[in-house]
C-alpha cells in the first residue's frame, strides 16, 4: 500500500493557517518531513527549524493579507484609517476577517514625508480602543506642516507600523514580531474616497444597465455621489494606488518627476 506524504511547500517559507487566519495566507518556519526506514516499515515525522532567524517575519504575513484581501474582497488589513473633521484623531479599524486575536496588536505608527536622506518623522499617537479598534492622533505640529506642505508638495509618504509581540497567543508563535511593517500610502481627502468608491458602483451600472442612457439606479447614484461628498470630511491614509505593493524609491526616482532625487551620490 502506498504511503503518501504532505510536507510543507517547497519554497523557504512554508504556509501555515491554524484557524484561516490573515485571509489564509499564514506563514510558518521552514519545515520538512523526515523518514526513517527501519525493515519492513518507516517512522515518519515533521522536522522544522529551530534557529532563531527561521521565523518568519509577521510584517510579511500581514502584507500578503493587505494585497491579498483587496484583490478578493476589496478590504484589506483595514477596514477603517480616516480622520474626523479636524484632521488630527484618526479612527483605525483592522478588519476582524483577518481572526487575529482580540488584542492590542499595533504598537505604534508614524508616517515619513520623503524630502531628502532624512524624511520627516510623523508620530502618531496610537491608543487601542477594544476589539480592532485604534484611535490615532498627530499633533498641531504635524497637523500643521501636512496642511502646510505634504498636500501642496506631493512627495512620497510612507507608513511605518509596528507590532506587539503577540508570541503568546495561540496560531501565531511561530512569527517575529520585530519587523515593522513599511509601505508607501497615500493622505487623501475623504471627499475624493467617497467620489471613487461611486465612480466605480455608476460604472458598474452602466455596463449592465440601459446602455448608454442613464438608468434610474445611475441618477440615483449620482444624486446619492452628491449628498455623501458634501458631508464628507477629514482624511484617509490607505497604501498607495500606484506604487504601494514593492516601494523603490532609487528606481521611482529615476522614472517618475515628483520622486526626483540625486541618488547616485549615495549609490556608491
Known sequence: QAKLIVSASGGPIPKQNYAGELFNWGLERPSGT???FNGKD???????STIAQAK?????????????????????????????ADGMSFTIEINPELKLPEVHIIDSIELYHYTGVEPKKLPMTVNFVGKYVYKANLD????????ERLQKKPKPIFLTLRFKNLS??????QYDFASPWNLQVELIKKVQVVREEFEKLIEIQTVYGQGDSPTYSTMYLYKEMEK????????????HSKHGEVPDHMELSRKFKEYSFDWFKYEH
Open 34 to 36: 523526515l523518514v526513517q
Open 42 to 48: 518507516a517512522q515518519f515525522s515533521l522536522v522544522e
Open 56 to 84: 518568519p517575519r509577521f510584517a510579511v504575513a500581514w502584507d500578503y493579507a493587505d494585497i491579498y484581501g483587496k484583490e478578493k474582497n476589496g478590504n484589506g488589513v483595514f477596514l477603517r484609517f480616516e480622520s474626523s
Open 140 to 147: 498641531a505640529c504635524t497637523k500643521n506642516y501636512i496642511e
Open 168 to 173: 503568546n497567543q495561540p496560531c501565531f508563535q
Open 228 to 239: 455623501q461628498m458634501k458631508q464628507a470630511r477629514g482624511h484617509v491614509i490607505r497604501r
